[in-house]
């Protein structure tokens, strides 16, 4: 064993030492980014490059590369190996999809000049894509046979103000890729904050539409979906804590709580915050943190093995093993291999997960919180 792998092993032992513990081998499975655009087409992610835009900071993105908006082949791969798995109470395997209910509407932002901005709903955004007719229903079907139980990733996986005062400036970049009906590119913002990156603040003043936007999202996820958000995860992690209570307000009870937050404060200036499983704010809400990765499509080390290292870890301190798998990791509208590739890989991490312990229990994050907060002191 390396140094490096003997650190990663290390340091994943200690990160495990706080927080909320269980006999319980439960396995939670949560996945960002289901919902937004993301990269339209394998045409748009070459005309971007020919053009020269850096779609990261390094120049390529597996997230720019590979993910797109997810197509009924996608969910349908991914829906019949979910369904192939019981736990020892019978129930599958389950992910909780941090979504995105909004998109935003390009041709109305265009028509006004670039001077407001304008969204439109996740199942309207459907529509305008090939081979996705079907996803909002295979969602509404995910629900009930509880293979695909969405929480709150935001309104859109997109900082409108940053955005909008790009195009409003005529950033190049920016209306070359807003031409080809996408924003997630390595954008040129002095405090270097990502387009994508919803509720980071460039300025605190921005707060006020931030809570706004937050709200907003909120209510459309209930009236896409049938029932009120409970969880949150903001995209890229970014967030000034205040929104913590406009969420609190709108009924979510669970806030994703990186181990170490760095709460955004406007003008580049962050503050840092330690959080652990079960942790409760001045709100009341638990944070849950991820303690696992399986994310196929970053390169082509073993990452069922891995996950699997990962998950026989957090059995032995107790805890809930809390899995971190991108959309990206089982998308094929750009390429299929990509999607083949994810589906073959989970296939192989479940089979094993319930091989290896047989009393293992599969929840939605939710259910984890729930749970959290009946049995914690």
């Given amino acids: 064993m390396g140094i490096k792998q003997v650190s990663r092993v290390l340091l994943r032992n200690i990160a495990n030492l706080p927080g909320w513990r269980t006999h319980r081998k439960i396995v939670i499975i949560e996945s960002d980014d289901?919902?937004?655009?993301?990269?339209?087409?394998?045409?748009?992610?070459?005309?971007?490059?020919?053009?020269?835009?850096?779609?990261?900071?390094?120049?390529?993105?597996?997230?720019?590369?590979?993910?797109?908006?997810?197509?009924?082949?996608?969910?349908?791969?991914?829906?019949?190996?979910?369904?192939?798995?019981k736990d020892k109470n019978g129930n599958h395997p389950v992910f909780t999809p941090l979504c995105v209910v909004a998109n935003p509407d390009f041709e109305k932002i265009s028509n006004s000049g670039f001077e407001e901005y304008y969204y439109e709903n996740f199942n309207e955004t459907l529509l305008k894509y090939k081979g996705r007719e079907n996803v909002y229903d295979l969602w509404l079907e995910g629900i009930r046979n509880k293979l695909f139980v969405p929480q709150f990733h935001g309104r859109e996986h997109l900082n409108v103000a940053v955005w909008m005062k790009a195009l409003k400036e005529n950033d190049p970049d920016t209306h070359f890729a807003f031409n080809n009906g996408m924003w997630g590119f390595k954008n040129r913002h002095p405090h270097n904050i990502s387009n994508q990156a919803a509720f980071e603040l460039s300025d605190p003043t921005e707060i006020t539409s931030q809570t706004a936007i937050l709200?907003?999202?909120?209510?459309?996820?209930?009236?896409?979906?049938?029932?009120k958000a409970s969880y949150f995860v903001p995209p890229n992690g970014a967030i000034n804590n205040r929104l913590e209570l406009a969420a609190s307000s709108a009924g979510i009870k669970y806030m994703y709580g990186e181990r170490f937050q760095h709460e955004s404060l406007g003008n580049g200036k962050t503050k840092i915050h330690w959080h652990y499983l079960g942790q409760k704010n001045k709100h009341s809400q638990i944070y849950l943190s991820r303690n696992c990765n399986f994310e196929t499509s970053v390169d082509n080390r073993d990452w069922v093995n891995e996950c699997l290292s990962s998950i026989n870890t957090v059995f032995k301190w107790k805890k809930p093993a809390i899995i971190n798998t991108?959309?990206?990791?089982?998308?094929?509208?750009?390429?299929?291999?990509?999607?083949?590739?994810?589906?073959?890989?989970?296939?192989?991490?479940?089979?094993?997960?319930?091989?290896?312990?047989?009393?293992?229990?599969?929840?939605?994050?939710?259910?984890?919180?729930a749970l959290i907060a009946k049995t914690r002191v």
């Fill in 34 to 85: 289901w919902g937004s655009i993301r990269m339209p087409s394998k045409t748009t992610y070459n005309s971007l490059l020919e053009k020269g835009i850096k779609l990261t900071s390094n120049g390529t993105s597996i997230f720019n590369q590979y993910d797109s908006l997810e197509s009924n082949n996608d969910l349908t791969a991914l829906f019949e190996t979910l369904s192939k798995f």
């Fill in 215 to 227: 709200a907003d999202g909120l209510s459309v996820f209930k009236k896409l979906l049938g029932y």
């Fill in 326 to 369: 991108h959309r990206v990791n089982y998308i094929g509208a750009i390429d299929p291999a990509n999607r083949d590739k994810g589906i073959r890989n989970l296939n192989e991490l479940l089979a094993t997960v319930v091989k290896i312990w047989p009393d293992v229990e599969f929840m939605t994050s939710t259910d984890l919180g």
